[in-house]
């Protein structure tokens, strides 16, 4: 059976409101990974990494 789950864990030494705004925004995804990123958090929504 395949799963469209991963799970990774990670320690950040950063501020909690630093970390989820990283995570949690098309601003933050976009400076994390270096490449444009649309993200929707609502239930079912989806997350998008565009390289450049």
Do not use: K, Q
């Not at 789950?5 to 601003?27: D, F, K, M, N, Q």
């Amino acid at each position: 059976m395949v799963s469209d789950r991963s799970e990774r864990v990670v320690v950040l030494r950063h501020p909690i409101e630093r970390v989820w705004a990283t995570l949690t925004t098309a601003e933050g995804l976009s400076g994390w990974f270096g490449s444009v990123a649309e993200i929707d958090l609502r239930p079912g929504g989806r997350a998008f990494d565009h390289s450049r």
